[in-house]
């Protein structure tokens, strides 16, 4: 959703609207034939590979943990980080916020990405650093970012990245759907009855 709206400027045109205006001056980009850069391919990065394809984009991706084998399971050219920073229209990131993942997205990056590159975080707050994006989206080099996840949750009322122009933002909205806490309410649910029953169980239990 954040991709869509990312590329087309949906949440800038529909504020505009509402707020009075017909400003048929946004221009976005098609999503057909652009190449979008995954960083961390497990369950949700290979879900959002499997879309990209859908969506008839180019896929290339990176995760140190992976092997070849599943990368051609799910489609994805695994290349190493820098390659995949360096190659993407649009860059998404889906790894666990681990010391080694923390601001994956850095002032580094920005220096290496195409001039342009839309970046999209829903995954951990803090695999982007916040003040290196800032400075790109200020000095054109990162052309937008689509946020749902912050350093700190809720963001300083104000935030410079919160109400950038070429940002488009979510209240870490994740996770909420009427669909995902029904199956989220099932797992616990069989989760707990198999532990009591000293069988498998999804996930683990803290
Ligand atoms: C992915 C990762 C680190 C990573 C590390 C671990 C499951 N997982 N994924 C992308 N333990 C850096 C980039």
Redesign the pocket.
């Known amino acids: 959703a954040l991709m869509f709206a990312l590329a087309r400027h949906i949440p800038q045109a529909n504020r505009k609207l509402v707020g009075g205006e017909w400003d048929r001056g946004f221009k976005g980009i098609e999503l057909t034939g652009k190449t979008l850069g995954v ?4 369950n949700i990065g290979a879900v959002v590979a499997e879309r990209a394809h859908g969506l008839h984009m180019k896929v290339i991706g ?4 992976i092997d070849e084998e599943r990368a051609k399971e799910i489609g994805v050219d695994l290349l190493p ?1 820098d390659d995949v920073i360096k190659q993407a229209d649009i860059i998404t990131v ?3 916020m ?1 010391p ?2 923390k601001h ?1 997205i850095g002032k580094q990056a920005f220096e290496n990405c195409k001039p342009g590159m839309r970046l999209i975080n829903c995954a951990r707050g803090g695999l982007v650093d916040e003040a290196a994006l800032l400075e790109a989206l200020e000095n054109g080099k990162c052309g937008g970012a689509a946020l749902d996840v912050y350093e700190k949750e809720p963001p300083e009322k104000g935030s410079p990245l919160v109400n950038h122009p070429k940002v488009v933002c979510t209240p870490h909205l994740g996770a909420s759907t009427f669909d995902a806490q029904v199956k989220v309410a099932e797992i616990i649910c069989s989760n707990v009855g198999n532990f009591l029953t000293g069988k498998d169980y999804i996930g683990r239990v803290n």
Do not use: C, F, W
């Not at 960083?39 to 497990?42: A, F, K, N, Q, R």
């Not at 990176?62 to 943990?65: E, F, R």
């Open positions: 960083v961390g391919l497990g990176y995760d140190p943990v980080l889906h790894t666990p681990l080694e993942t994956i």
